[in-house]
């Protein structure tokens, strides 16, 4: 039988002075369940500070002022994933605008105890306060299980239990992976050009104003007139979460998509790294980008899907799944995104790779993660797609919506085009349309 480490809120008691003695039993932190990670931090009030500044993005809306307070109130609850020597921390701001991720890397814990491992619990206000009181001398340690979080401080003992997620952040973490894959690193800035950057940034108005990344060979600088390599910041003020770590940062480097309006920010310490992706305007949130929608139109190996889990317990890449479990490199690209659109993978931008997120999920979770593709799948099965001709390049078809609204799909070299209204206005900038989708499901077009 393994052994099972228990830490407890107080010692058991025994009250003998009254005639009927009571025995006071005190009850494990976390319940029964054995943690996977358990282990002393290193960096306490940096961590501490860290984990503030997650709490605090999670718990921003900058898409709606008035849905501030309700959204600081419920959605305060990160995701928690041990695995590749590594402790992981993510979430989404209220509005979905902003992406955090918190890594303690090897170096930042002394671990007792370390196995993969997920959860999702709530940073409710006892813990947030805890955090912004430790200090560097201060003992501070960890221990996940899958129900719970605890913090240790002291004599002091935090527990976050367990808590539902959200739908929206199942669309998020979809499509966060996708995104994160494709962008590439534009800007390295040293802990003295961070600051001067950061002071740039605009701390009046809305958060909706429009500034630019302007990069140089003596650094980077925020400005409001664009130019041809700019990069869009949209509500650049976003990024004022972060101010309370820049004088411990150490670097900071700055990635961004291909389009160059969405950008990927990590300030760098010792053993601890911090990354908040912007989306490309605080009223798009990472919840409606549908950026993994394209393979999930794909049909899925369940076999596959679960080989994957089965095979990596470390970061990987699409090409190590390919080679490894002798399938096509489409075919594996599948699997991934159907993983991560139920929670159970992520993608780390800086080491390009993909890590596992054990999150309790089931494959129907696709389906109400990803309403397009739900949409899509009907229409299918209603037999309401036609397909007019197909080949491996080449795909063209017609969606029947009723009987007086029908919309053509034309798909060429695996890029969809479509008469509705919503590819008129977004393109493929947030992922294909629900007609696209439809048009794909019926040809499974390989990608």
């Known amino acids: 039988m393994p052994n099972v480490t228990l830490q407890y809120r107080a010692p058991s008691a025994l009250d003998a002075s009254s005639t009927t003695p009571k025995l006071a039993l005190s009850a494990a932190l976390g319940g029964l369940n054995q943690p996977f990670f358990q282990g002393q931090v290193r960096q306490p009030r940096l961590t501490a500070r860290a984990l503030t500044c997650l709490s605090r993005a999670v718990g921003e809306r900058w898409f709606d002022a008035a849905a501030l307070a309700e959204a600081r109130r419920r959605m305060l609850d990160p995701i928690v994933t041990s695995g590749d020597s590594l402790l992981r921390f993510e979430g989404f701001s209220g509005c979905r605008s902003l992406y955090v991720r918190v890594d303690l890397l090897p170096g930042a814990v002394d671990v007792v105890h370390q196995s993969a491992g997920a959860t999702n619990v709530d940073f409710n206000q006892a813990m947030r306060s805890a955090l912004t009181h430790i200090r560097s001398q201060d003992a501070m340690s960890l221990s996940v299980d899958e129900m719970a979080f605890t913090l240790i401080h002291g004599d002091e003992a935090l527990v976050e239990h367990k808590v539902d997620l959200p739908i929206s952040w199942l669309r998020g973490l979809a499509s966060i992976p996708v995104i994160s894959s494709r962008s590439e690193s534009v800007c390295e ?35 409001r007139v664009p130019s ?25 480097s700055i990635s961004t998509t291909p389009e160059r309006n969405l950008t990927l920010w990590t300030l760098h310490f010792d053993d601890l790294r911090l990354t908040l992706a912007l989306s490309p305007e605080v009223w798009r949130g990472f919840s409606g980008e549908g950026a993994a929608l394209d393979d999930l139109a794909r049909e899925s190996d369940p076999d596959l899907d679960q080989a994957l889990l089965d095979q990596f317990e470390s970061g990987f890449d699409a090409e190590d799944a390919a080679i490894q479990l002798n399938v096509s490199l489409p075919a594996a690209r599948t699997s991934l995104a159907s993983l991560a659109s139920q929670g159970q993978l992520g993608f780390d931008h800086l080491d390009q790779r993909w890590f596992r997120r054990l999150l309790p999920a089931h494959q129907a979770l696709i389906q109400k993660s990803n309403p397009r593709l739900a949409k899509a799948e009907s229409w299918l099965r209603a037999g309401a797609v036609r397909v007019e001709s197909h080949s491996p390049d080449r795909s063209r078809g017609e969606i029947q919506i009723d009987e007086k609204t029908s919309h053509h799909v034309a798909i060429d070299a695996g890029a969809g085009r479509c008469t509705c209204f919503w590819f008129g206005k977004f393109g493929l900038s947030r992922g294909p349309c629900s007609h696209i989708l439809a048009l794909q499901l019926a040809t499974r077009v390989s990608q």
């Open 189 to 223: 800035l040293n802990g003295r050009q961070t600051l001067e950057l950061f002071r740039q940034l605009p701390r009046t108005g809305n958060g909706r104003d429009s500034h630019w990344l302007q990069l140089g060979p003596r650094g980077a600088r925020i400005g």
């Open 228 to 252: 041809p390599d700019a990069i869009q910041l949209t509500g650049a003020k976003r990024l004022l979460v972060l101010q309370e770590l820049l004088p411990a940062v150490k670097r900071l």
